[in-house]
């Protein structure tokens, strides 16, 4: 795709040498009349015109080629930041800098920058039009050409090292803002207003300066390029001139080898810029590449915290048996373990609630088992399985978290995120076996109520039933729950605990847990202690 | 119309009017000098080939020092023009947009609070980046019409020497190519809109499914999180494709304006003399090719279209000068309607009811996080919403229920709550009360411990306690707290218990505590349940009035 945008690119070289071509021999035809030159006048058109359609279909042919790989490597970030293990994860601000502006930034890369590389071929035709014309003007560009090239390799490593600055500034000040309007609730209550927009404004200047620095670069190399070419187009003119007027000394020509008529000075004055443009263009569009290489590095970087993609999901039919043999956790940067040598066998069908202090590793217990985290030492098994990279449990799973997710939409496609596709009907039985049902009464649109992303107007308790209901709406044989009766009242509780019995039943259950009522329903207790 | 956007960069052009004046200067000079510079060329090379043609003499007395010395000197016009309009034009373009994107946030910051806090990570995002980019391109443009005139001058220099029919054929070409644009940029204007309605799309759906994604995983939900967002930007590819095609007829008008001009300049200057015709057939493409950064104005109109009214919609609320000019007592009393209740200053009251019943909406209703349209609380008798949203804020620290904590430190978090005079002291003083000090000297870098987006390296009960700690920090005369000891466990939650009883006292401070734990609601004073019919209003029940001492009074049952 790019090599096609390349090669019609190379094509406009082609063109040019026919409007060259037109401008030196119509306008030496003209005084013969109008008629003489009018042949010449037509090629003109005609060479502008193709050369509009170069630029045309080069544009639309390099669109397509980015568009294709935006898609692919977008794609393939979304997947890698979904898979980031907890604790390593950037923020979600700095990953979406990276997965949506950065991978942007190819965009100049695959419809700009490889284009015009293919396209330096059409500077040999641009040369060979020349040498025809003017050996030895050919000759002047040839010479021009090393020094050229050297240039502007030496401009664009210079802006490699810019390049990784601005793009850093870029996801910081992405992460910063992002960060910002997570929590606004926050700084509107402690009316930190003012303190956070100044964080905001040196995350913006600092971005400012970066973006500066890495211009400047690419516009003195620009500029410098540019006049280099001037220049060598003016050594070529004077030369012309010099050759037209005779005054070129005889050792440089002998016997009139070369010597120019007015068309063809004209054509190889006017082809001279020419020879130029392919180079020119490359440089113009240099700082694309070391952008995209940046960016290529940045999110390879993201990409390797990722764990292997082919990840074999264990697919479970029944309850499974789940063992914790010595199992250790301590997290990235963390010089205290939060569990150390934990061992536990929970028999298939078995309700276990972990009780501890906050802190002593309850939610991180449950992380282990979803594969949110791995285990820094020790192994644990899910039916005999070994749990790890190659093998999770994910997806045959219920799980009723601290705080579940929310996402904006109605109520009802907050709990089918369980069962994408699943019917009203179904949707609904959930919601009533969760205990949805007193606040479904409450809310004018029922199911169809519409939620913000922050999940407004939903009370903790309400936040936790949804979980339990995504549960109902697809029941798996393992059922996790982190504090789920946290945030209700002892009425509320005593329902929800019946409601987490009835889902419990003939499952695999890991309860972490203050509640002694909800404990109460556990074949086995486990009191973790803190360190 | 003014816009506030249309404001904000009229006033921009006027703290950068040196800089844009320069830009200006440099992009007539690059203009005129490209127009000049290949006309004077063909002049010169033809001139030459005829001097050359009528023998010795001639060629001997043939001055071309300064049509040579009027070459170099266009080069360098142009190249070094070129370079300072382009430095120049980025830093002021790139300055105002540093300077615009806080003030974007502050607009956020300040608008009615529903709309505020219902806009999404993602949304926000975009606007933040992408429009505000188009308006750097936008900005960077601002010179590009004096160009064109400049650049329009030259021509007519280069032309007229050949006649008024060719200068005129130029110009009636030149306003062609402009109509031409004008109209595909008509054509063209709602994919540019939809480039920037789709990555906002993006964005928003992005920043949603991300941000979750432990849930995501634990529903095996990753490769449908994956499709959506690829759904979004398979849409927004689509609709760049479709702009950058678009660019594509642009620079199509542009070449084939460029080419008719100069054979056209050349057949209308048959008459002329050679070297005029070469100077006029040059001259006239160049000025057709002064267009050239005009039109890329005209494609990306529809965008700006878009961007302008997205960040409008935004900036429509930067601070308004309208304080509410009532006064609020340094410690107000509070009374809830709905209940019927009156909480004086210093009192603690415990708000119970079954979940969802609207406690944590009164404690945001105070704090200003949601409209109290109804008119449900009075301050001092003053109904919410003629409260100064400051003076309103400031009368109260707030530990919601969330949690919520900054991507950053320990420090970062407790500093949201501080004041210039606060030291490393009241930060571990705070701590200690939270029944978190501990922990906090036990990790790595103490206060200075990253703890993640959202708190996300600390346990729950952890950031509950961070949350609390936090409150505690801000000297306000109520604190409202939100399920101060959820999710902790009985002996911590005691501790906790313990240090706000011994807090309450020595401060003065009141506070309404909303729990459903019996632990907290034993610091209470007395006591609200909601319930569906109206509220219960007790001293602490089964404790007798002995218990409640000489607060019993507190609450005052109005009605």
Not at chain 1, 234 to 244: K, M, Q, S, T
Not at chain 1, 251 to 269: S, Y
Not at chain 2, 215 to 244: F, H, P, V
Not at chain 2, 469 to 497: K, N
Request: glycine share 8%.
């Amino acid at each position: 795709m790019t090599r096609l945008a390349g090669t019609v690119l190379t094509l406009d070289s082609v063109a040019a040498v026919g409007f060259a071509a037109a401008l030196a021999y119509g306008l030496t035809a003209l005084p013969r009349g109008l008629p003489a030159a009018a042949p010449w006048l037509a090629l003109g058109v005609v060479s502008a015109a193709a050369r509009g359609a170069c630029g045309f279909v080069s544009v639309c042919t390099g669109a397509e080629a980015a568009r294709r790989a935006k898609s692919i490597l977008r794609d393939r970030m979304t997947r890698h930041s979904l898979a980031l293990p907890l604790g390593q994860r950037p923020e979600t601000g700095a990953l979406m800098t990276a997965a949506i502006d950065r991978v942007e930034t190819l965009d100049g890369y695959i419809a700009r920058f490889l284009p015009a590389k293919a396209a330096t071929a059409g500077l040999f035709v641009v040369l060979v039009a020349t040498a025809i014309a003017s050996p030895i003007g050919a000759a002047i560009l040839a010479a021009t050409l090393l020094p050229f090239i050297f240039l502007m390799i030496l401009a664009g490593t210079a802006a490699a090292d810019q390049a990784e600055a601005q793009f850093q500034a870029m996801m910081r000040l992405g992460a910063v803002f992002a960060d910002l309007i997570r929590a606004l609730p926050l700084i509107l209550a402690f009316q930190a207003e003012a303190a956070e927009t100044t964080r905001l404004a040196h995350a913006a200047g600092a971005l400012k300066r970066r973006t500066m620095v890495v211009l400047r670069i690419a516009f003195v190399s620009s500029a410098g390029l540019e006049f280099f070419a001037a220049l060598a187009v003016a050594l070529v003119a004077i030369y012309c001139g010099f050759n037209l007027l005779g005054l070129i000394p005889g050792f440089i020509q002998p016997f009139h080898f070369g010597h120019l008529d007015l068309a063809r000075a004209v054509f190889v004055l006017a082809l001279a810029p020419e020879f130029y443009l392919p180079m020119r263009r490359l440089a113009a569009t240099y700082h694309d590449r070391q952008s995209a290489e940046t960016a290529a590095d940045g999110l390879m970087a993201i990409a390797a915290q990722a764990p292997p993609a082919a990840t074999a999901p264990l697919t479970l039919l029944t309850a499974p048996r789940i063992r914790f043999d010595n199992v250790s956790l301590r997290y990235p940067g963390h010089d205290r373990s939060v569990l150390d040598g934990f061992t536990l066998d929970i028999a298939p069908g078995q309700i276990v609630a972990v009780l501890g202090p906050s802190g002593a590793g309850k939610t991180s217990l449950l992380n282990l088992v979803l594969g949110l985290v791995e285990p820094t030492g020790g192994l644990m098994s899910v039916d005999g399985q070994v749990l790890g990279s190659l093998a999770s449990v994910a997806g045959s799973v219920g799980w009723v978290g601290q705080s579940p997710l929310i996402t904006a939409g109605t109520l009802a496609r907050n709990i089918a995120l369980a069962r994408p596709g699943a019917t009203s009907g179904e949707i609904l039985a959930a919601a009533r076996q969760a205990g949805l049902c007193a606040m479904l009464a409450t809310r004018a649109h029922g199911l169809q109520t519409e939620i913000d992303e922050r999940g407004s107007g939903l009370s903790g308790g309400e936040r936790q039933r949804i979980a339990l209901a995504r549960f109902f709406l697809n029941p798996a044989p393992l059922l996790l729950l982190d504090e789920p009766t946290a945030h209700v009242d002892a009425a509320s509780e005593a329902a929800l605990v019946a409601s987490i019995a009835k889902a419990a039943r003939g499952r695999t259950v890991l309860i972490a847990t203050h509640s002694p009522r909800l404990a109460a329903i556990a074949d086995r207790i486990v009191r973790l202690e803190a360190e | 119309m003014m816009t506030a956007l249309s404001n904000l960069i009229a006033q921009e052009r006027k703290t950068q009017r040196a800089r844009l004046l320069i830009a200006c200067a440099a992009a007539m000079a690059v203009a005129a000098g490209s127009v000049a510079l290949l006309g004077v060329s063909g002049w010169f090379i033809t001139a030459c080939a005829l001097a050359g043609l009528a023998g010795p003499i001639a060629a001997g007395a043939f001055n071309y020092v300064l049509p040579a010395a009027i070459i170099r000197l266009c080069a360098i016009l142009r190249t070094g023009g070129r370079y300072a309009e382009r430095v120049i034009g980025h830093d002021a373009a790139l300055g105002a947009l540093a300077r615009l994107r806080p003030k974007l946030f502050a607009a956020i910051l300040a608008a009615p609070v529903e709309r505020a806090l219902s806009l999404s990570v993602g949304d926000a995002s975009s606007r933040m980046v992408q429009d505000v980019d188009v308006l750097e391109a936008r900005f960077v443009r601002l010179p590009v019409p004096w160009g064109l005139a400049a650049g329009v001058l030259a021509g007519l220099a280069m032309l007229v020497p050949a006649g008024i029919a060719p200068a005129a054929a130029t110009l009636g070409i030149l306003v062609m190519t402009l109509g031409l644009g004008w109209v595909l940029a008509w054509l063209s204007a709602e994919v540019g809109r939809d480039v920037q309605r789709s990555i906002a799309r993006l964005k928003d759906r992005y920043a949603a499914l991300v941000s979750s994604a432990s849930e995501l995983r634990a529903y095996g939900l990753e490769d449908w999180a994956a499709q959506e967002i690829a759904r979004e930007s398979e849409a927004l590819l689509r609709a760049q494709k479709q702009l950058t095609a678009w660019g594509g007829w642009f620079a199509l008008l542009q070449a084939m304006g460029a080419g008719i001009a100069a054979m056209l300049a050349m057949a209308l200057s048959a008459h002329q003399s050679l070297p005029l015709a070469a100077m006029a057939a040059l001259g006239a493409a160049m000025t057709v090719d002064c267009a050239g950064p005009f039109l890329r104005g005209l494609e990306a109109r529809g965008s700006w279209d878009e961007a302008a009214r997205r960040l409008d919609r935004v900036l429509d609320n930067l601070p308004s000068p309208i304080p509410a000019a009532v006064s609020l007592s340094d410690r107000p009393d509070i009374r809830l309607l709905r209940p019927g209740a009156r909480l004086v200053p210093g009192s603690v009251t415990g708000l119970t009811g079954r979940s969802g019943i609207g406690k944590t909406t009164i404690l945001e209703q105070l704090v200003g996080l949601r409209a109290d349209e109804a008119v449900t609380i009075l301050l001092d008798g003053l109904p919410l919403p003629a409260i100064d949203l400051a003076r309103l804020r400031a009368t109260f620290s707030f530990a919601p229920q969330d949690a919520a904590m900054l991507s950053g430190t320990v420090r970062d978090n407790l500093l949201l709550a501080a004041t210039p005079a606060t030291s490393d002291d009241d930060l571990w003083q705070v701590l200690e009360d939270a029944v978190l000090a501990e922990t906090v000297r036990g990790l790595p870098q103490g206060l200075d411990t990253w703890i993640g987006e959202n708190g996300a390296v600390l346990s729950g009960g952890e950031r509950r306690r961070l949350n609390l700690a936090r409150a505690y920090l801000r000297a306000a005369p109520w604190l409202l707290l939100d399920e101060p000891t959820a999710g902790l466990d009985a002996v911590t939650e005691q501790r906790v218990v313990e240090r706000l009883r011994a807090r309450l006292a020595g401060s003065g401070q009141g506070a309404i505590i909303v729990s459903h734990r019996p632990a907290p609601l034993a610091l209470c004073t007395s006591l609200i349940t909601l319930t569906e019919s109206g509220a219960e209003i007790l001293g602490l029940p089964g404790w007798g009035p002995s218990r409640l001492g000489d607060h019993s009074l507190h609450i005052v049952p109005i009605v």
